[in-house]
């Protein structure tokens, strides 16, 4: 089970982390543990890595991954849950606190290359797109049972979709025939619906997002997964997190602006460190869908 994910700005994280012997680290995100892997052999000795994804595919790529390498003193944890149980996770391995925490927000290119995945606008497969299949709640629930105000709010909320009533408009009309049920089926319509000239992405990106992001509930997690990060952050511990979008990079601001600078703590507060951290051009190259990447990263201090 070889992953075909290429984590982003690996090297960043490595550096802006400030790793050392004997941390504990929380990946909430794990993937195929390229992040994961290279942070906990820097943990040596002593050092903790507890690795969580919402995806149990994941969980087994990782694990494939991981026995090949060597990671003598260091304890390893992989969990099947969600950024929104860093809490949970964290006690159910005996700890009551993190060093260092990573959130990459974007999607993985072993789901998005799955066509049975139904991540994709660019393969033929079914409307799922559940991160964790534990769910019941698919993309072809969203597209054929909400009310047309609700896809709408939807396409504009989560996907910024400044064509969102027409687009959801004609899923209703095209749904009256029959419940659409494929990829290219809902991406073809999207693209019909939309008028005029279109920009350098797929006419479906930004609608594909949001449907997805209603699925997985994905607001609500990165907001739960951010704040129970910065409690449970050690003092001087440092939270990194990896947005793709404008929607991800305002949910992350607005879910830490009560603890910054301005939100009145009196005992500690969470601060960005540096500027924005953006892949340079040979990442790019190599790794086109790196090409949207930001890393912040935070660090919580005693006042």
């Known amino acids: 089970m070889e992953p075909r994910h290429r984590p982003v700005l690996l090297q960043q994280v490595i550096e802006s982390l400030a790793l050392d012997p004997g941390l504990v680290f929380i990946d909430g995100t794990m993937g195929s543990a390229g992040h994961y892997s290279a942070v906990a052999g820097r943990l040596v000795p002593g050092g903790i890595a507890i690795g969580i994804d919402r995806d149990q595919s994941a969980i087994e790529r990782a694990r494939a991954v991981l026995e090949g390498m060597e990671f003598d003193g260091v304890e390893l944890h992989l969990v099947h849950g969600e950024i929104a149980e860093l809490e949970r996770v964290l006690h159910k391995v005996g700890m009551q606190h993190a060093d ?49 105000e609700a896809l709408e709010h939807i396409l504009r909320e989560y996907g910024e979709e400044r064509f969102s009533r027409r687009i959801a408009a004609a899923i209703v009309a095209r749904r ?49 997964g951010i704040r129970q990060a910065v409690e449970l952050l050690s003092h001087s511990g440092r939270l990194a997190v990896i947005t793709f979008h404008s929607l991800e990079e305002r949910i ?14 009196t005992d500690w507060q969470v601060n960005m460190l540096g500027k ?28």
């Open 252 to 265: 992350v601001k607005r879910t830490l602006r009560p603890y910054g600078r301005h939100g009145g703590r």
């Open 100 to 148: 260092r925490v990573l959130f990459d927000l974007g999607l993985s290119s072993d789901q998005l290359d799955d066509p049975g995945r139904g991540f994709s606008f660019l393969r033929e497969g079914p409307l799922d797109m559940r991160q964790d299949r534990r769910q019941t709640l698919t993309a072809e629930d969203v597209v054929n049972d909400y009310p047309e």
């Open 176 to 224: 009256r025939g029959g419940r659409i049920t494929g990829t290219l089926e809902l991406a073809t319509l999207i693209e019909q619906a939309m008028p005029g000239r279109r920009g350098k992405s797929h006419p479906a990106t930004r609608s594909f997002q949001a449907i997805r992001m209603e699925v997985g509930g994905e607001v609500r997690q990165i907001e739960e």
């Open 276 to 303: 924005v951290i953006e892949p340079d051009e040979e990442e790019v190259q190599g790794n086109p869908r790196s090409r949207s990447a930001k890393l912040r990263v935070y660090e919580k201090r005693l006042l």
